[in-house]
């Protein structure tokens, strides 16, 4: 019988994030297991060269995951209630970080929606579940947005 105790549920925090994390917190419940919600913050390194000094690159990504770790509460708050989670944020690339935690963690299973993110964000990004999908070690179930 198949067994799932740690669940990685990443989110974006667009509004299609309590989508995804319904299901993670469904699965959790169903099977007993502990979900890790988790938020990736871009790094914004690629930018260093562009004529920006590296201390304002580094004090804006500095704010970004402070308003994200405020965020993940209220989040975990909202959408958690009944189902045993922490937070977690980190900073860098969203596909290599969360495959790189959820190797780390020994993830049983990752939830993620497909996409959340538009336009630009897309274009620099690309596709995260995509990436995900292809080179995780553990099952996937991603969550197509309505």
Request: proline fraction near 5%.
């Amino acid at each position: 019988m198949i067994t799932i105790k740690k669940i990685l549920c990443a989110v974006d925090f667009s509004e299609y994030s309590p989508v995804v994390a319904d299901y993670a917190s469904t699965i959790a419940k169903t099977m007993g297991a502990e979900v890790i919600c988790l938020y990736v913050a871009p790094s914004l390194d690629q930018y260093v060269g562009f004529h920006v000094p590296p201390s304002s690159i580094e004090n804006f990504v500095g704010e970004i995951v402070t308003g994200a770790d405020a965020t993940m509460e209220t989040f975990i708050e909202e959408n958690f209630k009944d189902s045993t989670t922490k937070g977690q944020v980190l900073t860098g690339y969203p596909a290599e970080e969360i495959l790189s935690f959820a190797k780390d963690e020994h993830v049983d299973m990752i939830v993620m929606g497909t996409h959340g993110r538009k336009g630009i964000d897309r274009i620099l990004f690309g596709s995260v579940a995509e990436k995900i999908v292809k080179a995780a070690i553990c099952p996937v179930l991603t969550i197509r947005p309505e």
